[in-house]
C-alpha cells in the first residue's frame, strides 16, 4: 500500500517538476509526472532490497527526494535535445534552397 501512495506523491512532484524546470514547451504534459512516478517507485523498490523498512523515514525522503530529480534531469535533458535538433533542422532547411 505504501508503494501505492509514494508513486502517487511522485507523480505529483513529477508534475511540479514541468513547472520548476525551463522548457516545457518541449516536451509532452505527462513526461514529466510519469517519469517522476516511475523513478519514485522504483528507487522505493531499490530501497526494500537494500534492507530498508516501509515505516523508515529515510525510504520516504530518498525516495521522494530522488524521484523528482530524475524527472528534472530527463525534462533538462528533452528540452536540450529538442533545442539542438530544432537547430540542425532550421539550418538545414535554409541551407537547401
Known amino acids: 500500500m505504501e ?5 502517487i506523491i511522485g507523480a ?5 517538476v ?3 524546470v525551463p522548457g516545457r514547451d518541449t516536451h509532452g ?6 517519469v517522476g512516478a ?6 522505493w523498490v531499490l530501497l526494500l532490497w537494500l534492507g530498508f ?3 523508515g523515514g529515510w525510504i520516504w525522503v530518498l525516495s521522494l527526494v530522488i ?3 530524475v524527472a528534472a534531469g530527463i525534462a533538462w535533458m528533452l ?7 530544432d537547430a540542425a533542422l532550421l539550418q538545414r532547411l535554409l541551407g537547401a534552397r
Open 79 to 85: 528540452h536540450r535535445r529538442r533545442a539542438d535538433a
Open 29 to 34: 504534459l505527462l513526461v514529466t509526472m510519469v
Open 53 to 55: 523498512t516501509f515505516d
Open 67 to 69: 524521484g523528482p530529480l
Open 3 to 7: 508503494l501505492l501512495f509514494v508513486t
Open 18 to 20: 514541468r513547472y520548476i
Open 12 to 16: 505529483a512532484l513529477g508534475l511540479a
Open 38 to 43: 516511475a523513478a519514485t517507485a522504483a528507487t
